[in-house]
């Protein structure tokens, strides 16, 4: 069979993969373009090219290593784990959640090298679905993804918010914080973020590289302080401290329950596939970069969880600090100053800002995506690309905007805050276990898959397998709340945000989104 690239005119026997790229000229043909490759990609999914490709792998893998932040999830996210499985806990779910992730990242890094197109998962459960699901299912994928990124912005923008508060307390004992600070910080770095992804969008891929050196160098900065000035607890006893602090009356489902804040720090590793029309020879780079993520982050996020854990010392005094932040207080314990701690506590800061920046740039992506195949309201306006600036800034602005309303909120009732902006985690959970099921069903039924510059071959459907029981439990678990029987500003509304969302994305396909919602495969040659 002979394929033929679209604008060069060039034609290639047999595998359609296999092209002449003796030349520089052949490998790149222009940043608006992209590789052939890209070109061969967009000409099959039916998606014209609007945006420029000025990723490439190291920039790519800048931006996921930045925006997953899993050594700095380990310091920030693990109350959860410090009340249900201690710092044995923590650490062992820590290890089972990365192998667990790895083969999930793994499973839609082919997947996103058969389809790199900014739409995701959304994308390949249209092409890999049964013909009488693919549209349903891909529309409320869709909606899960598009509002899990969006609360996304708003809960790292409050990430980054907490932890600036907590740092004025430790250096003012005497400030009393109020929800309207936070909302007030909150709104100010999502300003920046909506700045920075409009003004500056062309140096995105630059800035990426210099916070990805910044990520890997204040690694260091925090690790070796710890390392030198802190007091050491037990080894044995750090990794064979397992409690039931939320009272569940099993150890082992106290710690499934503090698989929280593992999966915190693995969660969006789909973040460089909804860059994927920005990046440059797609197809092979995409799935390196994904998988690259996963590996130097969870290394590294282990280090940094073992190194928190054995310096943690008493827990209860550690969950108990005024600046509400437990790592402010170990990194005050360790060091004895507050300039230490401030500066080390800065790092964090900076990186959890750049982390929003990273999430406003995926989950404007994901909306315009979403958008251009007709999934929202207002679809002509919010795929919109501004010519001049290759930049879809309707839907920065629009994300810029969800996320200001959303933290309005937190000034009536953190609580009813909580409540939105626990979506994220299981909306995004949902959309990979229903990716994957559908490229497993192909394998299962023998149906042939599109193809890749990067396949698991005979390995595809037991990694596949695996991946979708693991996202399956971490999936359940994360409806948890932190104790058992808790009062109601203790319970992880997660369910109830999570279903009224996916109760509102049926009802509006059923009235609308089913007459103007075609799905991706729709627009795909079938001639490939």
Known sequence: MASVFPETGKTAQGDPYEVDDGSEENEV??????????QRDMHRMGKVQELRRNFRFVTIFGFTMVLMATWEAQLSANVFGLINGGTGGLIWMYIGTFFGFLAAIISMAEMASMAPTTGGQYHWVSEFAPASAQKFLSYIVGWLCVLGWQVGNTSIAFL??????????????????????????????????????????????????????????GFFAILIPLWVLGERSDSKEVFTTFTDGGGWGSTGLSCLVGMLS????????????????????????????????????????????????MMVGNVEDILGTPTGQPFIQVFYNATGSKGGASAMTAIMITMATFGCVTNVATSSRQVWAFARDQGLPFSAWLAY????????????????????????????????????TSLGTGALLSSYI??????????????????????????????????????TLAFIMTFFPTTKNPEPNNMNWNILVYGVVV??????????????????????KKDW
């Not at 940043?31 to 490759?37: A, I, L, Q, V």
């Not at 010519?387 to 009813?416: E, Q």
Request: aromatic content about 10%; some cysteine.
């Open 434 to 471: 229903v990716s994957i099921s559908c490229v497993t069903l192909k394998r299962l039924r023998g149906e042939q898959l599109l193809p890749c510059r990067f396949s698991l071959g005979r390995f595809g459907l037991a990694i596949n397998i695996f991946s979708v029981l693991f996202l």
């Open 385 to 420: 690309v501004r010519p001049g600036w290759d930049l879809p800034l309707n839907s920065v602005m629009i994300s810029y905007i969800i996320a200001v309303l959303l933290s309005l909120i937190n000034i009536g009732s953190t609580v009813a805050f909580n409540i939105v």
């Open 29 to 38: 043909i222009a940043e608006k373009k992209g590789t052939e490759f890209d």
């Open 262 to 309: 593992p999966i915190f720090s693995f969660i969006g590793p789909d973040s460089a596939t909804h860059m994927s029309e920005e990046l440059r020879d797609a197809s092979k780079t995409l799935p390196r970069a994904m998988i690259a993520t996963a590996i130097f982050n969870g290394a590294m996020g282990f280090v940094m969880l073992v190194t928190f854990c």
């Open 160 to 217: 980054s918010s907490q932890q600036i508060q907590g740092l004025v307390i430790l250096n003012n004992p005497n400030y009393v914080p109020q929800r309207w600070h936070l909302t007030l910080m909150v709104i100010a770095v999502m300003t920046f973020c909506q700045l920075f992804n409009t003004f500056l969008a062309r140096k995105l891929p630059l800035v990426e590289g210099i916070v990805l050196i910044l990520h890997i160098c």
């Open 503 to 524: 109760v509102f994305s049926i009802i509006y396909f059923v009235l609308r989104g089913r007459h103007r919602y075609a799905g991706p495969v729709e627009y795909t």
